[in-house]
């Protein structure tokens, strides 16, 4: 029987440089489109993959992640019967029907690492990652939820999400190359964290959505920093995909790199003018 995933792994962690000084006391993944957390985009996006419980990789300055996924009676209290109390349905719900677990991830050493400090949270079960400043958005089926159905056709892989960039950006993803082998399905021979244009094999760039099988774990605990001297999931899954492990899909729907201002001010853009 094919294992159903459940959880639902968000690193948090990073330091948010690009956005200081709004993340000098809050982490990135907490700046609101419109008024809505990014985290809470990610969150929302996993309960419509089919996932009941987030584990939160975490790093200083967590608490306001914590406290945003939690009650707050003072604050209910204030608001019940009033005009305001809509705007507080969809976190309440979210906060009574879904599991939060956390961790924190002491030194920063990179994605790879990231995922294995999770490895407490997960335990041996596939499980979906979001990078949360991808916000990804498809109105009638989320992206997690089509690499879902995907995992449940090839419950022995892993999973990329992928899309075609500018070449002059490879230098900003990690970079796939593979043999198509359905409509946008893409079985991985070869994958680069981060290389100059001319040395990318493809411009099929990664995007922060994940599967992975829990086979992951042991392979980065053997991964060597790379890129930057740090962990990268990428040469993890590097490993993977040289035994036919990987596959990478172009997603149906859009995404925004909300990782800096230009993409952060389109999302914030597209969301106004679609009313949501
Ligand atoms: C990470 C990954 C990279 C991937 C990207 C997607 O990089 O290392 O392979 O393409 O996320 O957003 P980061 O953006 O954290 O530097």
């Known amino acids: 029987m094919i294992k159903k995933i459940t959880k639902c792994l968000f690193p948090v962690a990073g330091y948010g440089t690009?956005?200081?000084?709004?993340?000098?006391?809050?982490?990135?993944?907490?700046?609101?489109?419109?008024?809505?957390?990014?985290?809470?985009?990610?969150?929302?996006?996993?309960?419509?993959?089919?996932?009941?419980?987030?584990?939160?990789?975490?790093?200083?300055?967590?608490?306001?992640?914590?406290?945003?996924?939690?009650?707050?009676?003072?604050?209910?209290?204030?608001?019940?019967?009033?005009?305001?109390?809509?705007?507080?349905?969809?976190?309440?719900?979210?906060?009574?029907?879904?599991?939060?677990?956390?961790?924190?991830?002491?030194?920063?050493?990179?994605?790879?690492?990231?995922?294995l400090t999770g490895q407490s949270l997960i335990g041996d079960e596939p499980f979906g990652v979001i990078l949360a400043d991808d916000l990804c958005y498809n109105k009638d089926k989320a992206?997690?939820?089509?690499?879902?159905?995907?995992?449940?056709?090839?419950?022995?892989?892993?999973?990329?999400?992928?899309?075609?960039?500018?070449?002059?950006?490879?230098?900003?993803?990690?970079?796939?190359?593979?043999?198509?082998?359905?409509?946008?399905?893409?079985?991985?021979?070869?994958?680069?964290?981060?290389?100059?244009?001319?040395d990318a094999p493809s411009?099929?760039?990664?995007?922060?959505r994940y599967i992975f099988i829990p086979e992951i774990f042991d392979v980065i605990k053997k991964t060597k920093p790379g890129k930057g001297d740090e962990v990268q999931i990428t040469d993890a899954l590097l490993t993977l995909a040289k035994k036919e492990k990987v596959l990478a899909y172009k997603f149906d729907g859009v995404r925004f790199d909300c990782g800096n201002v230009d993409g952060f001010v389109k999302a914030t853009n597209y969301f106004y003018e679609r009313g949501e």
């Open 18 to 115: 690009r956005f200081l000084p709004a993340t000098k006391a809050i982490p990135k993944e907490m700046l609101p489109i419109l008024t809505k957390p990014l985290l809470q985009y990610g969150v929302e996006e996993a309960i419509e993959a089919g996932i009941d419980t987030m584990a939160i990789v975490t790093g200083r300055g967590k608490r306001a992640v914590e406290d945003h996924f939690d009650k707050s009676y003072e604050l209910e209290h204030q608001i019940v019967n009033t005009s305001k109390e809509s705007l507080m349905y969809g976190i309440r719900n979210i906060v009574e029907n879904y599991t939060f677990t956390y961790t924190r991830q002491v030194e920063m050493k990179g994605l790879g690492h990231a995922i």
């Open 143 to 198: 992206v997690l939820a089509q690499m879902v159905a995907l995992y449940e056709k090839y419950p022995d892989k892993c999973i990329v999400a992928i899309e075609g960039i500018p070449k002059e950006f490879t230098n900003k993803y990690g970079i796939i190359s593979g043999v198509e082998i359905d409509k946008n399905l893409y079985l991985v021979n070869d994958m680069i964290e981060k290389p100059e244009p001319k």
């Open 203 to 208: 411009n099929l760039a990664i995007i922060g």
